[in-house]
């Protein structure tokens, strides 16, 4: 197909016009895009956490865990999302469950890791001031694994703003619709403004996350920067 | 559409010797797979292998690998496919561009990491048998950085293939086409089987460049090597 070059100079890769026309379609797919992400992070971090507080005290659950993890980390999301939809079919769950998959590898592996770097002296001085094993995690080794976990819930949010897209295959995939839109229509804008969308909310996720990094284990920002 | 009858349209479909044989059928799509993953980290590690030894010589380079991880990790896959597509048009060399981009920074960042990590001792006693730096480089540095880059190499490996799967997606082909085919026209049982072939294909490439590379690997070398290889970055989700 050969296009006079007139048409070709209106297809730019970034538009006002576009943006100003689709401004209703563009704030409610960054809403499912955000809401999804949230979602997703917040339901891996759940089940996250008892997985990699129980893998601390099993030494052998740990090395099963993070064996499983590097290797279910290789599946490609487009084949996740085809394995999933026999069994939940096409939509808002498949592509949350997908989510949730890859965000608790991330999740499990950082926890773990922050979990076990904690000092065994000031988990020994814990135990000596007649701290019991609850009171020990909450206190004690929770905060001092708060940067580590920080850092984990900071990646898995980063990767799974960037992972939503490939939900349109399935059907729901935020920003992605867009994405896909602009490519089957041929219009440079809309992929283009979706992608700066997107890069946008991964960004602000990870300030805000650093902030409430900050926030919370105020001791770590030497360590951290 | 239940799971279970999934599973047997799955089984059926892998069994049929015509899916595989016809044309256009899975073992076409193998090979362009392959084909599209070989070109794209050969693209890659000419681009990242020469600069991170550049950036590990100029010792400054943290900054640049780190910022080129964070930047390709929040940058969604898809996105710089329908990119380089409306770009450049259909077919597989947008989706080799595409995904070589997110195979550099593994590359970079382990070759960069392995010549940051090489004992400056051993390094001290070939310059002081008068070795030119081309010389330190390519028998001292690179040798004992190998291990890691090794790991980089393999972990870019199996991100690309996962990642090509989406190469169905703006006309690429690959083995990912059974997979969209699949959920497109509601046949599951195909969407299955083709997951089921490109989880394999990526397990068994991993597996395989894994062996591949502790033969490879100099005995006296071989348990730093597995201690070091722990150490590589892990493997990205496919996009």
């Keep these: 197909m050969i296009l006079p070059a007139s048409v070709a100079v209106e297809n730019p890769w970034l538009s006002w016009g576009y943006v100003e026309s689709n401004w209703d379609d563009l704030a409610r797919l960054t809403g499912q895009h955000v809401s999804l992400t949230v979602q997703a992070v917040l339901i891996a971090l759940a089940i996250a956490l008892p997985l990699a507080l129980l893998a601390r005290a099993r030494p052998a659950v740990a090395g099963a865990l993070l064996g499983t993890s590097a290797v279910l980390y290789t599946v490609p999301s487009l084949a996740l999302f085809g394995l999933l939809a026999p069994f939940t079919g096409i939509g808002r769950t498949t592509v949350l469950i997908g989510l949730v998959a890859y965000a608790m590898l991330v999740l499990v592996r950082n926890i773990l890791v922050g979990l076990q770097g904690v000092p065994h002296d000031v988990v020994d001085a814990a135990r000596g001031m007649g701290y019991s094993g609850g009171r020990r995690l909450l206190a004690v080794e929770l905060p001092l694994a708060l940067p580590a976990i920080i850092t984990g819930v900071r990646l898995a949010t980063v990767t799974t703003v960037a992972l939503v897209t490939v939900g349109v295959v399935v059907g729901y995939g935020g920003l992605g619709q867009l994405m896909f839109r602009g490519f ?3 219009y440079r804008a809309e992929i283009m403004t979706a992608t ?15 902030a409430l990094g900050r926030a919370l284990a105020p001791w770590s920002r030497r360590r951290v920067a | 559409m239940s799971g279970a009858s999934a599973l047997g349209d799955a089984v059926r479909y892998l069994n049929d010797p015509l899916s595989w044989t016809q044309r256009g059928g899975i073992l076409d799509l193998l090979g362009d797979h392959l084909w599209m993953t070989l070109v794209a980290v050969a693209l890659a590690a000419v681009i990242a292998l020469p600069l991170g030894v550049l950036l590990a010589r100029l010792r400054r380079g943290s900054a640049v690998v780190v910022t080129a991880a964070n930047l390709t990790r929040a940058l969604p896959t898809l996105a710089l496919l329908y990119i380089f597509t409306a770009a450049i048009g259909f077919g597989q060399r947008p989706t080799i561009l595409a995904v070589a981009i997110f195979a550099v920074p593994p590359i970079l960042s382990n070759t960069f990491t392995g010549l940051q990590e090489v004992d400056p001792a051993a390094r001290d ?4 048998m008068g070795m030119s730096r081309g010389r330190l480089l390519t028998s001292v540095e690179l040798p004992l950085a190998l291990p890691l880059i090794g ?20 006309g690429g082909g690959g083995l990912g086409l059974i997979i969209s085919n699949g959920i497109f026209t509601q046949r599951f049982g195909q969407a299955m089987a ?5 989880v394999v294909l990526a397990l068994g490439v991993e597996a395989l460049l894994a062996v591949g590379q502790r033969i490879l690997t100099p005995a006296p070398m071989r348990v730093a090597g597995r201690r070091r290889g722990a150490r590589r970055s892990g493997a990205r989700a496919g996009g």
Excluded: W
Aim: one cysteine or more.
């Design chain 1, 196 to 210: 700066l969308l997107c890069l946008a909310i991964a960004l602000v996720a990870d300030v805000v996350l650093l």
């Design chain 2, 194 to 198: 083709g997951a089921l072939l490109v």
């Design chain 2, 125 to 128: 006693a070939g310059r002081g």
């Design chain 1, 184 to 186: 089957s229509s041929s």
């Design chain 2, 151 to 170: 790991a980089g190499l393999r972990t870019a490996v199996v991100q690309v293939i996962a990642t090509v799967s989406l190469a169905s997606l703006v």
